[in-house]
């Protein structure tokens, strides 16, 4: 049992200020976790504050004294990474091997980034007689989501700390666990008092608290699309910048010439990881419509592949996070099958054997059109729908006709062929054959957001661009 009843504030560990508790969950046993605090609007106040303060100082140290800070973060860091990983485990039910690899690897690579990015990074130019300067934005909130708790933290924080801004974060409610240890790192890092604050709580309550707030600049943001919209109208009034990462319903059109049986299981196997509760996840897999029956057989063949249990365990997926989250994925599966598609692995129900825990089987739909609800909406588990195309230009189409547009792959021999579907792809971050990198922009397009994280595109979320025109006399 855990009990995280103290919140992060001006580099101390202090009592919220009025005392609310709620009971964690853990998703694979349904059994009581621990116990964390829930902040409210006072201790929302108090850290923005000691941020403000912090701001001062913060932002007028030099690209070395910040990288001093960061290399100190990563001796702290990769001493935790054990137990931030079990945390994750515990709390959002991530698979033992795959917290301990992609989960805290992501952390690694986006501070290792961040230092990478800061020690080359323009922050001023000379453009004829005008100087261009950029300036930490200011004071940052910043709110993440739970399904790659420590990823979204540190995608956030480590760019906004190398910009010069100070921060306040407020986790999700469902990982407050790796969350806590987090901010531990970041003390025994001896982050400057007040550069860093965490707050655990209710998005409704700490969440609106630091959207509204007038003394906050702005807003980072990594969620739902339905707490995006209500984070914009909060932050509103106070004309706050807000950088929005959502969801998607993202595509993977394997082409005719793709190295096809495998493609498919590649693309069935990566769907199940995380439980499918990856915002990226390529959902929907396009085929041509004449080979259905083969991607049909290599799917079945690759999720009954996919072992599903106890976390701590060798599994290759744990439970989703929440009952929530199980009800919601369960009512998308009666949906599927009520909407017509070809069940072609798992089902509703837990996977057999298993009677406790939010455990999902492994769910794959084929002949799905994508009109049906689950083409159109994210269900955020460990679903696949698979559609068919006639030819490239309606594949490029149906990736397109989404209200979302966050990610995609294309996987095919040709690479020029590839890259040409690529380009026509409307979403931000299109893998052609799974490519993979650290310094590209993560976002989306249309409902999937209007921001850009990861690597240099990172830092210009947290910075204000100045003019000073006659800066060089004429
Ligand atoms: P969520 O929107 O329920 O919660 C995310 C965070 O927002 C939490 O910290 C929550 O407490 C807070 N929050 C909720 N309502 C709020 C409000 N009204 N005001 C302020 N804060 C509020 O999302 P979730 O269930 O934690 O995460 C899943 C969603 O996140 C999925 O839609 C997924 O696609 C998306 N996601 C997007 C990305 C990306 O980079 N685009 C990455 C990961 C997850």
Redesign the pocket.
Known sequence: MREYLKFYIDGQWVDPVEFKTVETINPATEQVSGKIALGSTADVDKAVKAARKAFATWSRTTREQRLEVMQRILVQYQARSAEIAEAITEEMGAPASLAGSFHIGLGLGHLNTAMEVLKNFQFEEQRGATRIVKEPIGVCGM??????PIN?ITVKVFPALAAGCTMVL?????SHFSAQIFAEVMDAAQVPAGVFNMIQG???VV??AM?RHPDIDMIS?????P?GV??SK?AAATVKRVCL????KSANIVLDDAAFAENVRKGVTGMMVNSGQT?SATSRMLVPKARMSEAIAAAREAAAAVTVGDPKGNVAMGPVVSKAQFNSIQEYIHKGVDEGATLVAGGVGRPEGLSKGFFVKPTVFANVSNSMVIARE?I?GPVLVIIGYGNVDEAVQIANDSEFG?AGNVAGADLDKARAVARQIRAGWISINDGFDFHAA?G?YKK??NGREWGEFGFHEYLEVKSLLGYVPG
Request: hydrophobic letters at 30%.
């Open positions: 709110i993440a989501p739970w399904n790659w979204q407020k986790p999700s409610q469902e209710k998005g409704s969440g609106a959207s943001f990594t969620g739902s699309n707490a209500e984070i909060d990462e959502l969801g998607g915002c994210e955020f966050l993560f989306g999937s957001g």
